[in-house]
């Protein structure tokens, strides 16, 4: 369909077009959507020249005079007449030097950010800033539905050759399309229903059928319900000798480069998320036809490069699996990506991309190379801040030493820029360990680089710190006792407990409990809810040397009777209304009273200060697990450990080092113990060392 409309041309849009169409209505003048360039140019330019050299590729180029509208159900294309294009200068030279360059980064990165309309044009823009007297930068940025990365390489050829003939007062001399992208657009319709398109869409059913996986990386953040496409980018070099024993790897294998270092990339994904099956978008010119060549538009193709890793493949084998499936791609990528994700039909998800969460472009020896005579030209910073995708790794070539750079753009919504450093690392670690040994498997592959391997593995587990190693519990709360006898230990509703008379209550009921021959090497269970006898019965306990057994009293009674017989706690301490709730067991229940004595045992006179019995190497508690992954156990505390969390806890935590800690949640979860135990060790802790 062609239709023409006072001066201009209406065709139907490609299939990439109205992708890209389409996105814009999700996300409109979405940054993600551009391909911007610039480059810092020093000596002689001539503004002039290149502001006609522009007009002229734009002239020349159809898809650079395009805009787009909606005609029923669809939109088209819209091919304008050429209007003379404007090349706006800025001069920052009023500026101080040192605040120029980075005002034409600021500049740079609003042309990126400012959105288009793709209904009103152009799609097109550019600005020149100049800096110094002869110090310029050129930038320019053009939306994605009319240029790919290809055409980025074109224009910028174009506008080489076309500036140099017109500084000399030449016309330049281009040789002559053979055809225009709407003419593309036209023929790719055509084609859509063909035998042979529809050969390769099934193949495409085929090769994506079943539940597809979601690549499930490790983030720093949870992910946005609305993927908003924010980015970032960092960068590591490949040293030449790796760069090229990958590549030799590769031809010994009978794997092209792209391969070999796409499948680097798929174990790098295997490991940080732990899936076998694993999904990489990767990039296409879609340029199949020597015709389509010189055109400037958007003909790039996504291939859905999926990779099985099961059954603990080496490399070697991996590859070829990676080979394998990226030459089945290949021969089916004349299907435009939008009509494989639509056979497909992956279940709605605006948190992510479809089908792949991950691309992979290898841009080795294919840098745009831009020289104008008489001027030194450099690539000017990035202004690139989006992401289309979780993660996407370039692997840029283009010099003649062989070496690469690999960037790794990534959502900043997820990650951190330390996290993309990590992963540029660990790639460089899984290149030089595959160089090394391409038959390991890959679920072996030496993974962390040898600084981070020595961070993980000693410096963050270099913990040692003083703490009263030779020191129970109950001797440091001894010292506390000495120290401050009057001051308030334990509260419980209106009831307030001293010290001293804490103390006095655990001695009383450790004598009680040596004469029940309860000591060293024995367990009691203790099922009390949170209350004034609490305290001084754990402290008795330890005080005898036997360890307790913290029972909640919420607990099944199948789990207690459980703890009970597994244990073979002797005795159970526990209140009147929790007595007659206590399985039946081999332990014998011991009811205590407000003030942590026995009921029944007579009121009897104070005991002596008792002995203490406990060492540091002896059992404090026995806690037990849930049993999430069968019969609960239980683990056993020995006395150095608690005292070694507790002398932590009271530096770690405000509230054992101030008026107190509450006791909050049951004594059988563990960290509760850092209420009744650590504000006694926070106390202990500020005393004088004892001689």
Not at 191 to 210: D, F, I, N, V
Request: aromatic share 8%; net charge negative.
């Amino acid at each position: 369909m062609t239709a023409i409309v006072t001066g201009v041309h209406v065709f139907p849009c490609s299939f990439q077009q109205q992708r890209f169409w389409v996105l814009d209505q999700i996300n409109p003048g979405a940054a993600v959507y551009t391909m911007p360039a610039a480059y810092k140019l020093r000596g002689a330019l001539d503004p002039a020249a290149l502001e006609a050299a522009l007009d002229r590729v734009v002239d020349r180029h159809e898809s650079l005079r395009t805009v787009f509208r909606l005609e029923g159900e669809a939109p088209v294309q819209v091919v304008r007449a050429h209007e003379r294009m404007v090349l706006p200068v800025t001069d920052l030279r009023a500026r101080p030097t040192a605040e120029r360059e980075e005002a034409a980064a600021a500049a740079y990165q609003e042309m990126v950010n400012r959105p288009f309309d793709l209904a009103k044009g152009p799609l097109l823009r550019a600005s020149l800033f100049r800096l110094e007297e002869s110090e310029w930068i050129l930038a320019i940025v053009v939306h994605h539905i009319a240029a790919d990365g290809v055409s980025m390489g074109l224009l910028f050829a174009e506008l080489e050759r076309c500036y140099i003939a017109l500084a000399r007062g030449e016309t330049p001399d281009l040789p002559a399309l053979p055809l225009q992208y709407p003419d593309f657009a036209v023929w790719q319709r055509k084609q859509a229903e063909s035998s042979r398109m529809q050969r390769q869409l099934a193949w495409w059913r085929e090769r994506l059928a079943g539940p597809l996986p979601i690549l499930d990386l490790p983030a720093d953040r949870p992910r946005p319900a609305l993927q908003s496409f924010r980015g970032a980018r960092r960068s590591v070099a490949i040293p030449v000798p790796l760069a090229e024993a990958i590549r030799e790897l590769g031809r010994r294998e009978g794997a092209t480069p792209f391969m070999t270092f796409l499948a680097v990339f798929q174990v790098l994904l295997h490991r940080h998320a732990a899936q076998d099956d694993v999904i990489v978008g990767v990039i296409t010119s879609g340029r199949q036809r020597h015709e389509l060549e010189p055109l400037i538009g958007l003909f790039l193709n996504t291939l859905a490069i999926r990779t099985d890793l099961a059954g603990e493949p080496t490399f070697r084998e991996l590859l070829g699996r990676v080979r394998d499936a990226s030459l089945g791609a290949l021969e089916n990528q004349d299907v435009p990506f939008d009509r494989v994700a639509e056979a497909v039909a992956p279940a709605a998800d605006r948190s992510r991309s479809p089908i792949f969460q991950a691309g992979f472009q290898l841009l080795d020896g294919m840098g745009t190379d831009f020289a104008l005579p008489g001027l030194a030209v450099e690539p000017f910073r990035s202004a690139k801040d989006s992401a289309p995708f979780d993660l996407t790794l370039f692997l840029f070539g283009g010099d003649t030493s062989g070496g690469l750079r690999a960037t790794l753009d990534f959502n900043t919504d997820l990650f951190d820029a330390d996290t993309a450093d990590r992963l540029l690392a660990r790639y460089v670690t899984l290149l030089e360990s595959i160089a090394t040994d391409p038959g390991c498997p890959v679920s072996r592959l030496p993974l962390l680089p040898d600084a981070e391997r020595r961070r993980l593995l000693v410096e963050w587990n270099d913990t040692a710190a003083e703490y009263p190693r030779a020191a129970t519990f109950s001797e440091l709360f001894r010292r506390v006792v000495a120290e401050h006898p009057d001051r308030v230990a334990v509260e419980a509703g209106t009831a307030r407990i001293s010290f001293a008379e804490l103390d006095c209550r655990a001695d009383r009921l450790a004598a009680w409990l040596e004469s029940q021959r309860i000591g060293p090497g024995a367990l009691v269970g203790v099922c009390l809810q949170r209350g004034p006898q609490l305290v001084p019965a754990l402290l008795a306990i330890l005080r005898t040397g036997a360890a307790y057994v913290p029972i909640d009293p919420a607990y099944p009674a199948e789990r207690i009777a459980w703890m009970l017989e597994d244990s073979r706690a002797a005795l159970v301490l526990t209140e009147p209304a929790l007595a007659t709730m206590l399985p039946h067991s081999g332990a014998t229940a011991v009811v205590l009273d407000e003030s942590a004595w026995p009921r029944g045992a007579g009121t009897g006179a104070p005991a002596a200060r008792q002995t203490e019995r406990a060492t540091p190497d002896g059992l404090a508690y026995v806690i037990y697990t849930s049993g999430s992954t069968g019969r609960p156990k239980g683990a056993m505390i020995h006395h150095r450990g608690l005292v070694n969390y507790l002398w932590w806890a009271v530096r770690a935590y405000d509230a054992a080092a101030g008026e107190g800690a509450p006791v909050h949640s049951s004594i059988a979860f563990d960290l509760t113990i850092t209420g009744p135990f650590s504000a006694p060790v926070a106390a202990a802790a500020r005393l004088p060392k004892a001689e």
